[in-house]
């Protein structure tokens, strides 16, 4: 039960980047990938902007992807696959030298995002695209692995869940390794119409790369993101033995519920605070060590406020010491994928030294009074990093990295 959970494999397809080396760079530019919407006619929606993958996917996942399977796969469930491919190869896990009975993959998946803007579903592949499973099941069988397989489902949080339950699984003694993350689109026009009935989106049409601004005194709500991320966890012991790069440790978690509304999270940021709080105890680290906080930060007005007096509930005065950004500013809300790809930010956040900005972060919410990284990346060595996801239904996760000490 002592062997440490480490990752050994990262990788994000998102709208600045097909590959965590390309988005990390442009993260750490502090880029937009906001723009009008390609994906379908958006001109009779509210909102007609969004943060959607370059172009060059379709390539990418042809090469990558064998035509006959291609088919039975929905846009989404085609991102997490060629995410996982990528994530295997170029860390270069040889499964034939490994237990794969030992070997699992667990995904958050909101839905595999067969939607109107989804081509060639017919009646020949529709159940095998529209099963919620897919995305682990295809994983699973490209390598023939055989360990725990499945996917797990709570919101924008979903993904931050598979990460702590691939956790569980090695620190059990379970698994030696769980490829463990997430992919998720809903540019469609459906959900954009419903999300718009809620007053949940930005409206910033005409300027598309400011309207994600979280914190931010003129903000009005999310851009829809999308994108994959996978992270690949392993025991130590199975690390070392493979000779294994590492590039950070997962030390803990926490999930709670706030059984309180099915949109709205418990005022004063009670609910996420409890999340934070247990994360902190199960990890057994000191306040003191907490260096930076991955905010859920999604550009709305309760979640911005109330995430910010959480953090004040948790850290007292303190707070004002710990810088907190929100990446959703220059990718989106990546919804199901959001919580894998905001712990691979917070991954390369340890290893490298330097805290994402928070862009578009000109006027700051004067009630909003924390050090959100304003603008431009901060070179700054971290211990530990908290990544948070809050999601509709309660569902609120907060994942706790520490740079890795070989022991």
Known sequence: MANK??????????????????????????????????????????????????AEFTDLSKEMIKKRI????????????????????????????????????????????????????DSKNMIIKRMNNAMAAWIGMRYNIEGPNYTTSSACSSSAFAIGLGYD??????????IVGGADSIINKEEIEGFNEIYALSVQNDKPEQASCPFSKNRDG???????GILILESEESAKARGAKVYAELVDYAFTNESYNIMAPKPDGEGMADTMEFAIQHAGISKEEVGYINAH?????????????????????????????????????????????????STLAIKDGILPPTINLN?????????????????????????????????????VFRKYINS
């Open 5 to 54: 959970v480490v990752i050994t494999g990262i990788n994000m397809l998102t709208a600045l980047g097909l590959g965590w080396e390309e988005t990390w760079k442009n993260i750490r530019a502090g880029k937009s990938g906001v723009k009008k919407i390609s994906l379908f006619n958006a001109s009779e929606n509210q909102t007609q902007i969004a943060a959607e993958l370059p």
């Open 70 to 121: 291609s088919r039975q796969m929905t846009r989404v469930t085609q991102m997490s696959y060629v995410c996982a491919i990528d994530a295997i190869e170029k860390h270069n896990i040889d499964f034939e030298s490994m237990d794969k009975k030992r070997v699992g993959v667990i995904m958050g998946v909101v839905n595999t995002g067969d939607s109107s803007t989804e081509k060639g579903t």
């Open 169 to 178: 699984a090695i620190k059990a003694g379970r698994a030696d390794m769980m």
């Open 222 to 228: 999310f851009v829809i993101g999308e994108g994959a």
């Open 297 to 345: 930060g999604t550009s709305t007005m309760l979640n911005d406020m109330f995430e910010t007096q959480a953090i004040k509930k948790v850290f007292g005065e303190k707070a004002y010491q710990i810088p907190v950004s929100s990446t959703k500013s220059m990718i989106g809300h990546t919804i199901g994928a959001a919580g894998v790809i905001e712990g691979v930010i």
């Open 363 to 399: 006027e700051q919410d004067p009630e909003l009074d924390l050090d959100y990284v304003p603008n431009q990346a901060k070179k700054q060595d971290i211990k530990v990093a908290l990544s948070n996801s809050f999601a509709f239904g309660g569902h609120n996760a907060t994942l």
